[in-house]
């Protein structure tokens, strides 16, 4: 098989799984997309997308990481959401990789919730936070998504423009 058949057929599989850890967390979704598309530039040589698409795919990348982080961050802090209550819901986060899909879900709530009755916060209180935590990965979900798809916009962009 041909070395660029063989460099475009990476690039779709990258693609693909890139998009699907859009949404699964145990895949780092924004690199296999970032990835891919650089696979696909490579796969001809890089005669049509160049070192400058690249490097704005990259901060792009960079970029989705930072909107991704901050998005939780602040959806738990806006919920009221307490040093502890954010230890906790990354904590959860963590241990709820090991639980599949539900503890991905679930884990930073009620690593939130925790934290924050380890705060001394009401069960309310707390429940809120973990609320807020939900909205952030939320919208971090959507920010990376959005991120992806001007990603391969600016790639397209580049290739047939």
């Known amino acids: 098989m041909e070395t ?4 475009w057929i ?11 850890g859009l949404l ?3 895949l780092p979704g924004m690199l296999l997309v970032f990835a891919g598309l650089v696979f696909a530039a490579w796969a001809e040589g890089f005669a049509h997308v160049g070192w400058g698409t690249i490097s704005i795919l990259a901060a792009l990348t960079v970029a989705a990481y930072l909107i991704d982080a901050l998005a939780g961050l602040l959806g738990a802090k806006r919920f009221g959401a307490g040093k502890f209550g954010l230890t906790g819901a ?4 963590a241990i709820g990789l090991f639980f599949g899909l539900p503890g991905i879900i679930l884990g930073p709530f009620i690593g939130a919730v925790l934290g924050e009755l380890y705060a001394q916060k009401d069960l309310r209180s707390a429940g809120i936070a973990g ?5 952030g990965i939320a919208v971090g979900t959507a920010a990376r ?5 001007i990603m391969v916009g600016v790639f397209l962009l580049a290739r047939f423009l």
């Open 4 to 7: 660029g058949t063989i460099l």
């Open 10 to 20: 990476i690039s779709a599989l990258l693609l693909i799984a890139g998009f699907a």
């Open 24 to 26: 699964l967390p145990a």
């Open 90 to 93: 990354a904590l959860g986060t």
């Open 131 to 135: 609320f807020g935590v939900w909205a």
């Open 145 to 149: 998504i959005a991120v992806a798809f």
